[in-house]
């Protein structure tokens, strides 16, 4: 019939770096899914963290600019403006959204509320499907995409009042196909520090946000400062110093934050010690024409004496290293697992030269946000961490080369350190990718090591994983041909992890379907690997087996069962019987024999791999709990169902307590019990056993995942065996739509469930 048998997960070699990150894709009709309203919404509705209320906040033009388009009136004739705040950095845009968002959030003028930290397409793809997630049936289990287009879709249908705010939106080309619809019963609040003519339209209001006026200055700081405010002399003081900071609102907030956290200074004393301070920096910092604003020196200087004082309020001068760590990562939002990460706490150690436990490293944040040199949410774990840019640079530009290098790893080991190993949360993950992004754009040149043994920063692979791992194929080919390129430009052209990256490319080919150009790829790869790292290196030999393994895949395997076990002989010779990749290849060998029909050889090959696993590596390791999978799988495909279904049953026990319920291997154990409950003559059984499994998948893996959709290819097999052939062929049908648009009209899965549909159209027409 064509069915898929049972589902295994190999032991074919693959490369030894994660597969890396992508940026967004393009939304569309056809990743819309049919999501409908959740009955259990309860009104209103608020997804995303709007970030802190500044203190002392002012009434500007500009606020009242964005209260007047988005002026409520339900009996507009034409649909509602969306209000786009552009303005240099530092001057308030963030906190206008955020004044508007908070006003919203506590009344009942709109029904659902929605803030976007918009600094990439992906962040905006993936603020759009956690929505989703709260108003939509289905949207937890499907793609970002087709979740993000399921909403924009309900919001342009829906009655009820909405507010979506992008914030800090760095290039219109990430809103092409994202733009909230123009509907009446809408609002829309962009900020960007762009005017591109792309953002110029009919129905979008462009209100340029500028620096405080004069009056506006004076009442801030007069409020933060009512002692100075209380005297002629200190009110000239205040206007002074709103003068010397050009009235830019992110300048004053520091330096108001540093006279309030001294009672004794007053704003003349800091007036000088601003002015020298401008005329030490006027010689240092860098002539950069290239930075978004004008306001460089000016947050330099106030940057520079207030990271003095957070010093010296902190144990053994923490503040800086700690504000230095967060200066190269994401200004909209860094977790706090990262910055009280031990990669973290050990490089805090080495700067201060004693021990930094978490506390110590939570303290000083709390330091750093009360000067306001960073805004610090615990309330907001994901996104607890706020820099301003700007902050960000004036950090930056007062680290040396070599120690901005030292902090650059020091924060790609604490992304790599809290990144999940299965990513269930995938807000986290979207953060820790814009992390990434953030890292790589700040200091890219030192995460890239032209040293054969380096390389490229493992975060920097790590970050693409869940685009192969969740099935997102093309994009993940997308990413890596990308990061080839950006290889290429720190090392050598065949420098290992250049080579890895190309194979990782041909290797996301052949999962998409494409065996024989993956084999064509893999060689161009070998003949490199041959020649620069020598026939015996372990990443030579790592591609031989991924040739074999396509060959295989490609339907020779003859060819595959032979190139296998040329590589096991240069494998025991170079490096020995006992070593995880001969064990690898033995594995291999085992499975091409199974596949070519030799059931009973695959069993016995397996079993005496078995004995040396366990010696070598123990019961629990997943290896060993591999070959044991592949064992019953074989069990059943030569006639012991029976033996089989116990076999997958006692390894699901031991999968559970090792690996957890949610790890891919143990839900593949479960495939392979329903599977079998099936062939064993209960279809019943497995169609339930597959359905409480597909829920699981979709949680855990996503609906495009080739696991996924492999489990409701078996849901429909087995309809159609308990006799429901309309059923059967219903459900290939829509697993065609799915598998067309994520695999492609050529894959052989598409064309297994292509076949599928006409047999069971064949069996439907049977007396």
Same mark, same amino acid.
Not at 85 to 112: I, Y
Not at 172 to 177: F, H, I, V, W
Not at 681 to 702: K, M, P, S, W, Y
């Given at each position: 019939?064509?069915?898929?048998?049972?589902?295994?997960?190999?032991?074919?070699?693959?490369?030894?770096?994660?597969?890396?990150? /992508?940026?967004?894709?393009?939304?569309?009709?056809?990743?819309?899914?049919?999501?409908?309203?959740?009955?259990?919404? /309860?009104?209103?509705?608020?997804?995303?963290?709007?970030?802190?209320?500044?203190?002392?906040?002012?009434?500007?033009?500009?606020?009242?600019?964005?209260?007047?388009?988005?002026?409520?009136?339900?009996?507009?004739?034409?649909?509602?403006?969306?209000?786009?705040?552009?303005?240099?950095?530092?001057?308030?845009?963030?906190?206008?959204?955020?004044?508007? @968002?908070?006003?919203?959030?506590?009344?009942?003028?709109?029904?659902?509320?929605?803030?976007?930290?918009?600094?990439?397409?992906?962040?905006?793809?993936?603020?759009?499907?956690?929505?989703?997630?709260?108003?939509?049936?289905?949207?937890?289990?499907?793609?970002?995409?087709?979740?993000?287009?399921? &909403?924009?879709?309900?919001?342009?249908?829906?009655?009820?009042?909405?507010?979506?705010?992008?914030?800090?939106?760095? @290039?219109?080309? %990430?809103?092409?196909?994202?733009?909230?619809?123009?509907?009446?019963?809408?609002?829309?609040?962009?900020?960007?520090?762009?005017?591109?003519?792309?953002?110029?339209?009919?129905?979008? $209001?462009?209100?340029?946000?500028?620096?405080?006026?004069?009056?506006?200055?004076?009442?801030?700081?007069?409020?933060?400062?009512?002692?100075?405010? /209380?005297?002629?002399?200190?009110?000239?003081?205040?206007?002074?110093?709103?003068?010397?900071?050009?009235?830019?609102?992110?300048?004053?907030?520091?330096?108001?934050?540093?006279?309030?956290?001294?009672?004794?200074?007053?704003?003349?004393?800091?007036?000088?010690?601003?002015?020298?301070?401008?005329?030490?920096?006027?010689?240092?910092?860098?002539? %950069?024409?290239?930075?978004? %604003?004008?306001?460089?020196?000016?947050?330099?200087?106030?940057?520079?004496?207030?990271?003095?004082?957070?010093?010296?309020?902190?144990?053994?001068?923490?503040?800086? !290293?700690?504000?230095?760590?967060?200066?190269?990562?994401?200004?909209?939002?860094?977790?706090?697992?990262?910055?009280?990460?031990?990669?973290?706490?050990?490089?805090?150690?080495?700067?201060?030269?004693?021990?930094?436990?978490?506390?110590?490293?939570?303290?000083?944040?709390?330091?750093?946000?009360?000067?306001?040199?960073?805004?610090?949410?615990?309330?907001?774990?994901?996104?607890?961490?706020?820099? $301003?840019?700007?902050?960000?640079?004036?950090?930056?530009?007062?680290?040396?080369?070599?120690?901005?290098?030292?902090?650059?790893?020091?924060?790609? %080991?604490?992304?790599?350190?809290?990144?999940?190993?299965?990513?269930?949360?995938?807000?986290?993950?979207?953060?820790?990718?814009?992390?990434?992004?953030?890292?790589?754009?700040?200091?890219?040149?030192? &995460?890239?090591?032209?040293?054969?043994?380096?390389?490229?920063? !493992?975060?920097?692979?790590?970050?693409?994983?869940?685009?192969?791992?969740?099935?997102?194929?093309?994009? @993940?080919?997308?990413?890596?041909?990308?990061?080839?390129?950006?290889?290429?430009?720190?090392?050598?052209?065949?420098?290992?992890?250049?080579?890895?990256?190309?194979?990782?490319?041909?290797?996301?080919?052949?999962?998409?379907?494409?065996?024989?150009?993956?084999?064509?790829?893999?060689?161009?790869?070998?003949?490199?690997?041959?020649?620069?790292?020598?026939?015996?290196?372990?990443?030579?030999?790592?591609?031989?087996?991924?040739?074999?393994?396509?060959?295989?895949?490609?339907?020779?395997?003859?060819?595959?069962?032979?190139?296998?076990?040329?590589?096991?002989?240069?494998?025991?010779?170079?490096?020995?019987?006992?070593?995880?990749?001969?064990?690898?290849?033995?594995?291999?060998?085992?499975?091409?024999?199974?596949?070519?029909?030799?059931?009973?050889?695959?069993?016995?090959?397996?079993?005496?791999?078995?004995?040396?696993?366990?010696?070598?590596?123990? !019961?629990?390791?997943?290896?060993?709990?591999?070959?044991?999978?592949?064992?019953?799988?074989?069990?059943?495909?030569?006639?012991?169902?029976?033996?089989?279904?116990?076999?997958?049953?006692?390894?699901?026990?031991?999968?559970?307590?090792?690996?957890?319920?949610?790890?891919?291997?143990?839900?593949?154990?479960?495939?392979?019990?329903?599977?079998?409950?099936?062939?064993?003559?209960?279809?019943?059984?497995?169609?339930? @056993?597959?359905?409480?499994?597909?829920?699981?998948?979709?949680?855990?893996?996503?609906?495009?995942?080739?696991?996924?959709?492999?489990?409701?290819?078996?849901?429909?097999?087995?309809?159609?065996?308990?006799?429901?052939?309309?059923?059967?062929?219903?459900?290939?049908?829509?697993?065609?739509?799915?598998?067309?648009?994520? &695999?492609?009209?050529?894959?052989?899965?598409?064309?297994?469930?292509?076949?599928?549909?006409?047999?069971?159209?064949?069996?439907?027409?049977?007396?």
């Amino acid at each position: 019939m064509g069915t898929p048998g049972p589902a295994t997960d190999g032991t074919r070699a693959t490369s030894d770096v994660d597969a890396r990150g /992508s940026k967004g894709v393009q939304i569309g009709n056809n990743n819309t899914m049919s999501l409908f309203p959740r009955p259990d919404v /309860s009104w209103p509705v608020r997804v995303g963290v709007v970030p802190q209320a500044a203190d002392c906040y002012q009434d500007r033009d500009a606020q009242r600019h964005v209260q007047q388009a988005l002026a409520d009136d339900r009996a507009a004739v034409v649909p509602a403006a969306t209000a786009v705040l552009f303005g240099l950095g530092g001057v308030g845009k963030t906190q206008m959204a955020a004044r508007h @968002a908070r006003g919203v959030w506590t009344d009942s003028s709109v029904d659902v509320a929605v803030w976007v930290a918009a600094t990439s397409r992906d962040a905006v793809i993936t603020g759009y499907a956690h929505a989703a997630t709260h108003l939509l049936v289905g949207a937890e289990g499907a793609t970002p995409e087709q979740a993000a287009a399921s &909403l924009l879709a309900w919001l342009a249908g829906t009655d009820r009042r909405w507010l979506i705010v992008l914030d800090d939106v760095q @290039a219109p080309a %990430d809103l092409r196909g994202l733009w909230p619809p123009s509907d009446r019963t809408g609002q829309v609040i962009v900020t960007t520090r762009r005017q591109d003519t792309a953002l110029a339209r009919a129905d979008r $209001h462009l209100i340029e946000v500028g620096v405080f006026t004069a009056p506006e200055s004076k009442a801030y700081l007069a409020t933060k400062l009512p002692a100075a405010a /209380s005297t002629a002399d200190g009110v000239t003081q205040l206007e002074g110093l709103a003068d010397d900071l050009g009235h830019l609102p992110l300048a004053l907030a520091q330096a108001a934050a540093f006279i309030a956290d001294k009672p004794l200074l007053t704003p003349a004393t800091y007036r000088r010690r601003l002015a020298d301070r401008r005329k030490g920096l006027a010689e240092v910092l860098p002539d %950069d024409q290239s930075l978004p %604003d004008d306001h460089q020196q000016t947050v330099a200087a106030t940057w520079s004496l207030s990271i003095e004082l957070a010093n010296l309020l902190t144990p053994v001068g923490l503040a800086r !290293p700690l504000l230095e760590i967060a200066s190269v990562l994401d200004p909209v939002g860094i977790p706090t697992g990262v910055v009280i990460s031990r990669a973290v706490c050990e490089y805090l150690t080495r700067r201060a030269g004693r021990d930094v436990d978490l506390e110590t490293a939570g303290d000083t944040l709390g330091c750093l946000h009360r000067l306001s040199l960073i805004t610090f949410d615990t309330a907001q774990p994901i996104r607890a961490v706020r820099v $301003h840019a700007l902050v960000q640079r004036a950090t930056r530009d007062a680290v040396s080369a070599d120690r901005l290098g030292e902090v650059a790893m020091v924060a790609a %080991d604490a992304l790599l350190e809290i990144w999940p190993e299965v990513e269930r949360d995938a807000d986290l993950v979207a953060v820790l990718r814009a992390n990434t992004a953030a890292l790589h754009a700040a200091a890219e040149s030192h &995460l890239w090591n032209p040293d054969l043994d380096i390389g490229g920063h !493992p975060v920097l692979f790590r970050a693409g994983n869940s685009l192969g791992t969740a099935g997102q194929l093309s994009q @993940a080919v997308t990413y890596y041909e990308h990061l080839h390129t950006t290889a290429t430009q720190h090392l050598a052209v065949d420098h290992p992890d250049t080579l890895t990256i190309r194979h990782n490319i041909a290797r996301q080919r052949g999962e998409a379907g494409d065996a024989t150009g993956a084999i064509e790829a893999l060689e161009h790869v070998l003949t490199e690997e041959l020649r620069v790292l020598g026939a015996d290196h372990p990443s030579t030999l790592t591609t031989r087996g991924n040739i074999a393994y396509w060959r295989g895949a490609s339907g020779d395997i003859a060819g595959a069962v032979e190139a296998f076990e040329l590589l096991l002989t240069d494998r025991l010779r170079v490096l020995g019987p006992d070593h995880p990749s001969t064990l690898t290849t033995r594995g291999n060998i085992a499975y091409w024999r199974g596949e070519a029909g030799d059931a009973t050889g695959a069993i016995e090959a397996l079993e005496h791999l078995l004995t040396d696993r366990l010696r070598v590596l123990g !019961p629990d390791h997943p290896s060993t709990l591999t070959t044991r999978h592949n064992i019953a799988r074989w069990r059943g495909e030569a006639g012991d169902i029976a033996g089989a279904i116990e076999a997958f049953e006692h390894l699901l026990t031991d999968r559970l307590r090792v690996l957890g319920p949610d790890h891919p291997s143990t839900l593949t154990t479960r495939h392979n019990i329903a599977y079998w409950r099936g062939e064993a003559g209960d279809a019943t059984g497995a169609i339930e @056993a597959f359905e409480h499994l597909l829920t699981d998948r979709l949680r855990v893996l996503g609906p495009d995942h080739p696991s996924t959709l492999t489990t409701r290819h078996n849901i429909a097999r087995w309809r159609g065996e308990a006799g429901d052939i309309a059923g059967a062929i219903e459900a290939f049908e829509h697993l065609l739509t799915d598998r067309l648009r994520v &695999l492609g009209p050529d894959h052989p899965s598409t064309l297994t469930t292509r076949h599928n549909i006409a047999h069971w159209q064949d069996r439907r027409k049977l007396p």
